[in-house]
């Protein structure tokens, strides 16, 4: 299928973290009115003859304000992770099948309780997905990866989504000498607290959100396959 892109216009760039920018776009209802579940993503190019590239939208759908994306910096999007207010984009409708919460496998396990994992950049369609309400009434935990502290987003986000019922457990791999909170890979803090005997993981109604790494991924799914968490429950948003 040809995707038909539209003109939508950066409204604001900020940094979110070391190496990290916030950008807020605002899109025109073709692109944005078709944004219905958290975890889609936008191809978003800097002209109509250029390559375009995939983002997950990090704002949760239902809104009527810009959508926000959370983008790493690198020399093959400097002309977005540098772009300033005003400047224009091309975006293509909102995309994917996101994070499906009402699939089959969730449906049959009647999940009550849900892992949420997220490395760097990845936070983006779980920010969503918290932010969209749709997690109410699970018992919810997200284990966020970064690098040191001062390359994680969002920890002005990490008091509202507690008040929301998800509690944050951030990891960081290379912390600084300073850091008290959990080091090494999301995966690792799972499997931590798992054999502490924390039981956040009822196999049987146990569901998981991931974003990230390949090898992120991979590493989570296998912790949750020795804890009896099929991989079909353990979602992805593409």
Known sequence: DDVVFHEASVQSNVE?????RLITIGAPAEVSGVFTKPGQFVQAKPAADAKPSFYAISSPPGSEDPLE??????????????AKSGDA?????????????????WDAAEVSQVGLFAAGSGIAPIRA???????EGKVARLYFGAQSEASMPFTDCFKDWTQRGVEVVPVLSKPDGSWTGRSGYVQDALKEDEERGEGFVLAARHGALLCGQKEM?????????DLGVPEERTLLNF
């Open 129 to 135: 997905t918290i932010e969209s309400g749709s997690l």
């Open 217 to 225: 991924v991979a590493a989570v799914r296998s912790v949750y396959a």
């Open 69 to 82: 994306f959370l983008i790493k910096e690198a020399e093959s999007n400097a002309w977005l992770t540098g």
């Open 89 to 105: 984009v091309q975006l293509s409708p909102a995309m994917g099948r996101g994070f499906d919460l009402a699939c089959e496998a």
């Open 16 to 20: 979110a973290a070391q190496g990290l």
